[in-house]
T-cell receptor
Framework: AQSVTQLDSHVSVSEGTPVLLRCNYS??????LFWYVQHPNKGLQLLLK??????LVKGINGFEAEFKKSETSFHLTKPSAHMSDAAEYFC?????????FGDGTTLTVKP | DVKVTQSSRYLVKRTGEKVFLECVQD?????MFWYRQDPGLGLRLIYFSYDVKMKEKGDIPEGYSVSREKKERFSLILESASTNQTSMYLC??????????????FGPGTRLTVT
């Protein structure tokens, strides 16, 4: 069985400082991994995906994530937060045709 | 651009009513999904469909049914709405094929309140 744990339910950063949203997963196979963002009252938008081609994945809006198999982690980072990054972020693991979503991390960006 | 649309953004229904939530995608995707989203619980899969007239139960199918008569349309049905079905409902679609990672494309969501 697969599972996803987002280690922080809330993260607060100041504008211009780095962002780190943590995600650990468990999976029996070689999974695909995704990060989605959801702005208030909107649907989920794909930020980036891991497809086993490269362990460091670059996504939209300056976000990137590194797949670390030994640590079963897929943490999301951004060097400098912007006010528009305030949203909820979901880590997703997919294998054997099934997607499992983490519980989400709410990112707050302070001016 | 893939577009997934949902028939209503906000819906208020009474307990016991039959409720239909409609989802349409315009990219000829084989797979369609219905999730509910509740605070602190992430997204939970209700049902999914990988082809017309095909459906599979997700993690929380109780109290729901689905219909997929055409490839582009996937309906979620609450036969007799109850207050514990008050939630945000998200539809998604994806394509499956060799080499695809089948990321999901989401609609904007329907916020359903059952009173």
């Amino acid at each position: 069985a697969q599972s996803v744990t987002q280690l922080d339910s809330h993260v607060s950063v100041s504008e211009g400082t780095p962002v780190l949203l943590r995600c650990n997963y468990s999976s029996s196979y070689s999974p695909s991994l995704f990060w989605y963002v959801q702005h208030p009252n909107k649907g989920l938008q794909l930020l980036l995906k891991y497809t086993s081609a490269a362990t460091l994945v670059k996504g939209i809006n300056g976000f990137e994530a590194e797949f670390k198999k030994s640590e079963t982690s897929f943490h999301l980072t951004k060097p400098s937060a912007h006010m528009s990054d305030a949203a909820e972020y979901f880590c997703v693991v997919r294998d054997a045709g099934k997607s499992t979503f983490g519980d989400g991390t709410t990112l707050t960006v302070k001016p | 651009d893939v577009k997934v649309t949902q028939s209503s953004r906000y819906l208020v229904k009474r307990t016991g009513e039959k409720v239909f939530l409609e989802c349409v995608q315009d990219m000829d995707h084989e797979n369609m999904f219905w999730y509910r989203q509740d605070p602190g619980l992430g997204l939970r899969l209700i049902y999914f469909s990988y082809d017309v007239k095909m459906k599979e139960k997700g993690d929380i199918p109780e109290g729901y049914s689905v219909s997929r008569e055409k490839k582009e349309r996937f309906s979620l049905i609450l036969e007799s709405a109850s207050t514990n079905q008050t939630s945000m409902y998200l539809c998604a679609s994806s394509v499956t094929g060799t080499g695809y990672v089948d990321e999901q494309y989401f609609g904007p969501g329907t916020r359903l309140t059952v009173t």
